[in-house]
Protein backbone atom coordinates (compact mmCIF):
# COMPACT_ATOMS: atom_id res chain seq x y z
CA UNK A 1 0.00 0.00 0.00
CA UNK A 2 3.10 2.68 -0.29
CA UNK A 3 4.59 4.48 1.91
CA UNK A 4 3.30 4.99 5.24
CA UNK A 5 6.05 6.61 7.05
CA UNK A 6 5.04 10.41 5.02
CA UNK A 7 1.36 10.04 6.24
CA UNK A 8 0.61 12.97 8.86
CA UNK A 9 -1.60 13.55 11.62
CA UNK A 10 -2.97 16.45 9.65
CA UNK A 11 -3.60 14.51 6.30
CA UNK A 12 -5.34 11.91 8.35
CA UNK A 13 -7.55 14.85 10.20
CA UNK A 14 -7.71 16.11 6.48
CA UNK A 15 -9.22 12.68 5.62
CA UNK A 16 -11.88 11.91 7.74
CA UNK A 17 -13.03 15.97 7.38
CA UNK A 18 -13.77 15.45 3.68
CA UNK A 19 -14.81 11.79 4.06
CA UNK A 20 -17.74 12.92 7.03
CA UNK A 21 -18.60 15.78 4.70
CA UNK A 22 -18.68 14.80 1.49
CA UNK A 23 -17.55 17.84 -0.02
CA UNK A 24 -14.15 19.97 -0.01
CA UNK A 25 -15.78 23.04 0.37
CA UNK A 26 -17.56 22.03 3.73
CA UNK A 27 -14.73 20.16 4.64
CA UNK A 28 -12.31 22.93 4.43
CA UNK A 29 -15.01 25.27 5.97
CA UNK A 30 -15.10 23.27 9.17
CA UNK A 31 -10.96 22.55 9.02
CA UNK A 32 -10.90 26.48 8.88
CA UNK A 33 -8.26 26.19 6.31
CA UNK A 34 -8.73 27.17 2.26
CA UNK A 35 -9.64 24.16 -0.39
CA UNK A 36 -6.51 24.40 -2.50
CA UNK A 37 -4.80 23.35 0.45
CA UNK A 38 -6.95 20.28 1.41
CA UNK A 39 -7.34 19.14 -2.43
CA UNK A 40 -3.61 19.14 -2.48
CA UNK A 41 -3.12 17.29 0.78
CA UNK A 42 -5.39 14.63 -0.17
CA UNK A 43 -3.85 14.12 -3.31
CA UNK A 44 -0.37 13.59 -1.71
CA UNK A 45 -2.35 11.39 0.66
CA UNK A 46 -3.70 9.17 -2.82
CA UNK A 47 0.26 8.96 -4.64
CA UNK A 48 1.49 8.12 -1.25
CA UNK A 49 -0.83 5.07 -0.65
CA UNK A 50 -0.73 4.31 -4.46
CA UNK A 51 -4.73 4.18 -3.88
CA UNK A 52 -7.84 6.31 -5.17
CA UNK A 53 -9.56 7.80 -1.68
CA UNK A 54 -12.06 9.33 -3.81
CA UNK A 55 -14.11 9.40 -6.42
CA UNK A 56 -14.82 12.91 -8.05
CA UNK A 57 -18.39 13.74 -9.08
CA UNK A 58 -20.86 16.36 -9.84
CA UNK A 59 -22.51 15.42 -5.75
CA UNK A 60 -19.03 16.17 -3.73
CA UNK A 61 -16.64 13.60 -3.48
CA UNK A 62 -17.46 9.73 -2.65
CA UNK A 63 -15.08 7.39 -1.07
CA UNK A 64 -13.93 4.44 -2.90
CA UNK A 65 -13.90 0.85 -0.67
CA UNK A 66 -10.47 1.83 -0.17
CA UNK A 67 -11.32 4.89 1.34
CA UNK A 68 -14.34 3.44 3.46
CA UNK A 69 -11.73 0.88 4.37
CA UNK A 70 -9.26 3.91 5.61
CA UNK A 71 -11.72 5.87 7.57
CA UNK A 72 -12.58 2.36 9.29
CA UNK A 73 -8.92 1.93 10.15
CA UNK A 74 -8.33 5.32 11.15
CA UNK A 75 -10.89 6.83 12.74
CA UNK A 76 -10.70 4.92 16.00
CA UNK A 77 -7.74 5.89 15.95
CA UNK A 78 -7.85 9.88 15.49
CA UNK A 79 -10.10 9.45 18.60
CA UNK A 80 -7.96 8.00 21.00
CA UNK A 81 -5.82 10.66 20.27
CA UNK A 82 -8.22 13.28 20.52
CA UNK A 83 -9.26 11.84 23.71
CA UNK A 84 -5.33 11.42 24.81
CA UNK A 85 -4.73 14.87 24.19
CA UNK A 86 -7.87 15.74 26.06
CA UNK A 87 -6.40 13.77 29.10
CA UNK A 88 -2.91 15.11 29.34
CA UNK A 89 -4.73 18.40 28.93
CA UNK A 90 -6.94 18.13 32.09
CA UNK A 91 -3.59 16.53 34.12
CA UNK A 92 -3.31 20.06 33.79
CA UNK A 93 -6.78 21.27 34.95
CA UNK A 94 -7.30 23.99 32.15
CA UNK A 95 -9.99 21.82 29.63
CA UNK A 96 -10.25 24.70 27.19
CA UNK A 97 -12.46 24.62 23.43
CA UNK A 98 -16.08 25.17 22.11
CA UNK A 99 -19.18 23.16 22.85
CA UNK A 100 -22.45 24.02 20.28
CA UNK A 101 -25.24 22.16 22.06
CA UNK A 102 -28.99 22.85 21.54
CA UNK A 103 -31.81 22.44 23.85
CA UNK A 104 -35.22 22.46 23.20
CA UNK A 105 -37.08 25.23 25.34
CA UNK A 106 -38.44 23.76 28.25
CA UNK A 107 -34.63 22.50 29.12
CA UNK A 108 -33.26 25.80 28.12
CA UNK A 109 -35.99 27.53 30.26
CA UNK A 110 -36.00 25.64 33.13
CA UNK A 111 -32.36 24.21 33.56
CA UNK A 112 -30.16 25.48 31.75
CA UNK A 113 -28.87 28.82 34.13
CA UNK A 114 -28.29 26.87 36.64
CA UNK A 115 -26.36 24.02 34.74
CA UNK A 116 -24.39 26.43 33.22
CA UNK A 117 -23.84 28.30 36.93
CA UNK A 118 -22.50 24.47 37.92
CA UNK A 119 -20.58 24.18 34.48
CA UNK A 120 -18.47 27.52 34.79
CA UNK A 121 -17.02 26.47 38.06
CA UNK A 122 -15.49 22.95 36.62
CA UNK A 123 -14.40 24.05 32.97
CA UNK A 124 -14.03 28.01 33.49
CA UNK A 125 -11.96 27.95 30.36
CA UNK A 126 -14.50 26.38 27.90
CA UNK A 127 -16.74 28.39 25.94
CA UNK A 128 -20.49 27.69 25.31
CA UNK A 129 -22.24 28.08 22.28
CA UNK A 130 -25.99 26.99 23.00
CA UNK A 131 -29.26 27.55 20.40
CA UNK A 132 -32.95 26.81 21.21
CA UNK A 133 -35.40 25.46 18.95
CA UNK A 134 -37.67 22.97 18.02
CA UNK A 135 -36.41 19.07 18.15
CA UNK A 136 -36.94 18.78 13.90
CA UNK A 137 -34.79 21.68 13.83
CA UNK A 138 -31.84 20.59 16.61
CA UNK A 139 -31.51 17.18 14.73
CA UNK A 140 -31.14 19.46 11.34
CA UNK A 141 -28.33 21.12 13.04
CA UNK A 142 -26.72 18.28 14.71
CA UNK A 143 -26.93 16.34 11.25
CA UNK A 144 -25.19 19.38 9.53
CA UNK A 145 -22.15 19.93 11.98
CA UNK A 146 -23.77 22.80 13.31
CA UNK A 147 -24.03 22.12 16.93
CA UNK A 148 -21.80 19.26 18.90
CA UNK A 149 -24.98 17.59 20.75
CA UNK A 150 -28.63 18.42 21.41
CA UNK A 151 -31.20 17.78 23.73
CA UNK A 152 -34.95 17.02 22.83
CA UNK A 153 -37.86 15.18 23.18
CA UNK A 154 -37.46 11.46 21.83
CA UNK A 155 -38.76 11.83 17.81
CA UNK A 156 -41.17 8.55 16.68
CA UNK A 157 -38.94 8.47 13.69
CA UNK A 158 -35.83 6.35 13.71
CA UNK A 159 -32.50 8.45 13.17
CA UNK A 160 -29.40 7.97 11.58
CA UNK A 161 -27.39 9.95 14.42
CA UNK A 162 -26.57 8.59 18.07
CA UNK A 163 -29.34 8.81 20.55
CA UNK A 164 -28.94 7.93 23.48
CA UNK A 165 -31.49 8.10 26.87
CA UNK A 166 -31.31 11.09 29.41
CA UNK A 167 -34.25 10.39 31.24
CA UNK A 168 -37.84 10.36 31.17
CA UNK A 169 -39.72 13.19 32.94
CA UNK A 170 -43.78 13.60 34.11
CA UNK A 171 -46.15 16.39 32.51
CA UNK A 172 -48.72 17.54 34.94
CA UNK A 173 -51.66 19.88 34.64
CA UNK A 174 -51.21 23.33 35.52
CA UNK A 175 -53.63 25.43 36.67
CA UNK A 176 -53.75 29.52 38.30
CA UNK A 177 -53.58 29.30 41.90
CA UNK A 178 -55.31 32.36 41.67
CA UNK A 179 -58.32 32.06 39.52
CA UNK A 180 -58.26 28.33 38.78
CA UNK A 181 -61.00 25.60 38.54
CA UNK A 182 -61.24 23.67 41.74
CA UNK A 183 -59.95 20.58 40.04
CA UNK A 184 -58.36 17.79 42.37
CA UNK A 185 -54.75 16.48 43.07
CA UNK A 186 -55.15 14.29 40.34
CA UNK A 187 -57.14 14.22 36.88
CA UNK A 188 -57.85 11.47 34.15
CA UNK A 189 -56.60 12.64 30.80
CA UNK A 190 -60.21 11.48 29.83
CA UNK A 191 -62.06 14.45 31.56
CA UNK A 192 -60.23 17.61 30.35
CA UNK A 193 -62.24 18.25 27.25
CA UNK A 194 -64.43 20.51 29.78
CA UNK A 195 -61.14 22.60 30.39
CA UNK A 196 -60.08 25.59 28.16
CA UNK A 197 -56.58 24.41 27.45
CA UNK A 198 -53.55 26.05 26.27
CA UNK A 199 -51.02 24.15 24.50
CA UNK A 200 -48.00 24.12 22.22
CA UNK A 201 -48.78 24.03 18.44
CA UNK A 202 -48.64 20.59 16.57
CA UNK A 203 -44.87 21.83 15.51
CA UNK A 204 -43.80 20.95 19.41
CA UNK A 205 -42.35 17.80 20.71
CA UNK A 206 -44.51 18.51 23.72
CA UNK A 207 -47.68 18.38 21.65
CA UNK A 208 -47.09 15.03 19.64
CA UNK A 209 -46.91 13.17 23.45
CA UNK A 210 -49.93 14.50 24.34
CA UNK A 211 -51.60 13.80 21.09
CA UNK A 212 -50.42 10.56 20.80
CA UNK A 213 -51.94 9.87 24.64
CA UNK A 214 -55.40 11.59 23.42
CA UNK A 215 -55.74 9.43 20.17
CA UNK A 216 -54.75 6.56 22.70
CA UNK A 217 -58.31 7.24 24.76
CA UNK A 218 -59.99 8.13 21.31
CA UNK A 219 -60.55 11.55 22.20
CA UNK A 220 -59.27 14.66 20.46
CA UNK A 221 -57.27 17.60 22.76
CA UNK A 222 -58.99 21.02 21.21
CA UNK A 223 -56.85 23.94 22.78
CA UNK A 224 -58.66 27.20 22.91
CA UNK A 225 -55.28 28.44 22.28
CA UNK A 226 -52.11 26.83 20.83
CA UNK A 227 -48.60 28.92 21.97
CA UNK A 228 -45.40 27.65 21.36
CA UNK A 229 -43.63 29.76 23.82
CA UNK A 230 -43.80 28.08 26.91
CA UNK A 231 -42.92 31.05 29.01
CA UNK A 232 -46.25 32.60 27.48
CA UNK A 233 -48.49 29.62 28.47
CA UNK A 234 -47.39 29.93 32.04
CA UNK A 235 -48.04 33.83 32.48
CA UNK A 236 -51.43 33.50 30.37
CA UNK A 237 -52.85 30.39 32.58
CA UNK A 238 -51.58 31.84 35.93
CA UNK A 239 -53.89 35.08 35.30
CA UNK A 240 -57.11 33.02 33.85
CA UNK A 241 -58.91 29.82 34.41
CA UNK A 242 -57.82 28.20 31.39
CA UNK A 243 -54.88 24.84 32.12
CA UNK A 244 -52.18 23.41 30.43
CA UNK A 245 -50.72 20.46 29.88
CA UNK A 246 -46.58 20.57 30.12
CA UNK A 247 -43.39 19.25 31.86
CA UNK A 248 -42.93 19.82 35.43
CA UNK A 249 -39.83 21.81 35.03
CA UNK A 250 -41.61 23.58 32.98
CA UNK A 251 -44.29 25.33 35.74
CA UNK A 252 -42.11 24.35 38.60
CA UNK A 253 -40.77 27.79 38.91
CA UNK A 254 -44.29 29.16 38.81
CA UNK A 255 -45.41 27.05 40.98
CA UNK A 256 -42.70 27.64 43.08
CA UNK A 257 -44.04 31.12 43.44
CA UNK A 258 -47.37 30.10 44.16
CA UNK A 259 -48.98 31.64 40.68
CA UNK A 260 -49.66 27.93 39.58
CA UNK A 261 -51.01 24.73 40.98
CA UNK A 262 -49.95 21.27 39.99
CA UNK A 263 -52.09 18.13 39.01
CA UNK A 264 -50.78 14.53 38.38
CA UNK A 265 -52.61 13.26 35.32
CA UNK A 266 -53.00 9.61 36.03
CA UNK A 267 -54.79 7.10 33.72
CA UNK A 268 -53.06 7.90 31.51
CA UNK A 269 -49.41 8.41 32.87
CA UNK A 270 -47.87 11.38 30.01
CA UNK A 271 -44.05 11.06 30.17
CA UNK A 272 -42.33 12.71 27.63
CA UNK A 273 -38.55 11.11 26.87
CA UNK A 274 -36.03 13.30 26.48
CA UNK A 275 -32.66 12.19 24.92
CA UNK A 276 -29.16 13.15 23.90
CA UNK A 277 -28.23 13.29 20.00
CA UNK A 278 -24.95 13.33 18.44
CA UNK A 279 -23.28 12.69 15.50
CA UNK A 280 -21.58 9.15 15.75
CA UNK A 281 -18.90 9.91 14.05
CA UNK A 282 -18.25 12.83 15.70
CA UNK A 283 -17.52 11.85 19.24
CA UNK A 284 -18.51 14.39 22.52
CA UNK A 285 -15.36 15.89 24.14
CA UNK A 286 -14.93 15.64 27.85
CA UNK A 287 -15.99 18.49 28.53
CA UNK A 288 -19.64 18.49 26.44
CA UNK A 289 -20.20 14.67 28.01
CA UNK A 290 -20.02 16.43 31.35
CA UNK A 291 -22.94 19.72 30.89
CA UNK A 292 -24.95 17.09 29.39
CA UNK A 293 -24.68 15.49 32.54
CA UNK A 294 -25.00 18.55 34.61
CA UNK A 295 -27.89 19.42 32.91
CA UNK A 296 -29.69 16.32 33.13
CA UNK A 297 -28.81 16.29 37.03
CA UNK A 298 -31.04 19.95 36.80
CA UNK A 299 -33.80 18.51 35.26
CA UNK A 300 -33.83 15.72 37.47
CA UNK A 301 -32.92 17.81 40.61
CA UNK A 302 -35.94 19.69 39.69
CA UNK A 303 -38.96 16.96 39.13
CA UNK A 304 -37.40 15.66 42.39
CA UNK A 305 -37.61 18.87 44.22
CA UNK A 306 -40.96 19.41 43.28
CA UNK A 307 -43.77 19.89 46.08
CA UNK A 308 -47.01 20.63 45.01
CA UNK A 309 -49.25 23.71 45.56
CA UNK A 310 -52.00 23.15 48.34
CA UNK A 311 -50.12 20.46 49.93
CA UNK A 312 -51.37 17.80 47.68
CA UNK A 313 -48.17 15.00 47.57
CA UNK A 314 -48.65 14.34 43.96
CA UNK A 315 -45.43 11.51 44.82
CA UNK A 316 -47.59 9.87 47.54
CA UNK A 317 -50.79 10.00 45.32
CA UNK A 318 -48.47 8.20 42.88
CA UNK A 319 -47.87 5.19 44.74
CA UNK A 320 -51.00 4.79 46.46
Known amino acids: MGQLGHMDLKQIQYFIALFEDGSVTRAAKRLHIVQPALSMQIARLEEELNQKLFERGAHGMSPTAAGRQMYRLFLPIMRDITHAREQLVQRDEVVSGNITIGLIASIAEGALAEALTSFRMR ?5 VTVADGYSTTLIDWVAGGQLDVAIINKPRAQLSLDSRPLLDEEMVLATSAAH ?141
Open 123 to 127: YPQVE
Open 180 to 320: GLDLPGSVQLASLPAVELVLPTKRHGLRGVLDSAAHQLDMMLTPKYEIDALGTIVKLVASTNMATILPRIAVQRAVDRGTLRVHAILAPRLIRHIVRISHPRRPLSTAAEALVSIIASEIQRTSDAATPAGGQDLNKEKME
